[in-house]
């Protein structure tokens, strides 16, 4: 579990809630040099599943149209029920992040045809810049470690 470690009362990272505690949108630096955000889920969000994040800081599971929007890219740590309240991460290290079967390291990853998973197939969806498994995936989709340096699309 991460903590928030830049002095904010009551910020733990990884417990969605139905209670709003801070303004959506709110920053926050955690362990591992990673970055914070806090949003409303738009929808139930498997954890580990990477999450598009709109202008009002609503979060769903990410899909090809939402990164051809620009949404901001995330991944969430927990599981949301939706409009729950809570921190996804959008940058750091040691994180995880859902990816499809055998993805290789260090391999590029776009969005894919299941909403808030990553493929390494070019030809299924939108790239995501900054962000990178640090491992392999399994034989099934799963969760895998990844580094996330500001993910973005690429088609902007």
């Known amino acids: 579990m991460a903590y928030i470690t830049d002095g904010l009362i009551g910020g733990v990272l ?11 949108g709110t920053r926050r630096t955690g362990t591992d040099g990673s970055t914070w955000m806090y949003v409303q889920a738009d929808g139930a969000i498997k954890q580990y599943y990477m999450v598009g994040i709109d202008e009002n800081y609503q979060a769903a599971s990410l899909t090809t149209a939402m990164a051809g929007d620009g949404w ?5 740590q927990a599981t949301f029920a939706d409009n729950d309240y809570g921190w996804v991460c959008i940058a750091g290290s040691n994180v995880n992040g859902f990816v499809q079967a055998s993805v290789k390291v260090d391999s590029p990853l776009y969005t894919s ?3 808030g998973v990553l493929s390494e197939n070019s030809s ?6 900054g962000i990178v498994n640090v491992v392999s995936g399994t034989t099934e989709a799963s969760a895998v470690e990844v580094i996330m340096t500001s993910p973005r699309s690429t088609t902007l």
Not at 14 to 21: C, L, V
Not at 72 to 76: E, H, L, P, Q
Not at 124 to 129: L, M, N, V, Y
Request: hydrophobic share 35%; glycine share 16%; aromatic share 8%.
């Open 14 to 24: 990884a417990t969605p809630g139905t209670t709003q505690d801070f303004a959506l």
């Open 72 to 76: 901001f890219v995330g991944a969430s």
């Open 113 to 115: 045809g299941t909403a």
């Open 124 to 129: 299924e969806g939108t790239k995501i810049e």
